[in-house]
């Protein structure tokens, strides 16, 4: 979660990208990511608490607050975030970017697993 606010207050989106599950990523509006990015005065990040929930893959829950200026005001955003982990590296399980998936369809983690046995549970967290 440390390493996605930094990419925000860089203006790092491609990273931001790239650290969203696969699955999402095309379905990001990388304007508004730049734009919110860059128009944006980034006053820190509290973490409030991380749990790692294990299994295979690993997920974990980063529950977090987000502070920043813009020209609306300053603003705070108190989040539960769901993470997946594969291949070595974790992915963002972004809820504002829907998947047509039905529970019997494969994970789009690529876990190998059904969506309901995997990955299901955390889309809506």
Known sequence: ?????????????DYLVA???????????????????????WLGLEVESSEVLGGQPEHAFVTFTARWHDSNGEHSH???SSFVQNTGRW??????????LGRNDAC????????????AGYFSS
């Open 1 to 13: 979660m440390r390493s996605r606010y930094s990419a925000y207050v860089l203006g790092l989106v």
């Open 19 to 41: 650290t969203t599950l696969p699955a999402q990523q095309a379905g990001l509006d990388r304007q508004s990511i730049s734009d919110w990015s860059s128009q944006s005065t």
């Open 78 to 80: 108190r989040e539960r």
């Open 91 to 100: 992915y963002f399980i972004d809820p504002t970017v829907p998947l047509k």
């Open 108 to 119: 789009p983690c690529a876990s190998g697993q059904k969506f309901k046995k995997c990955c």
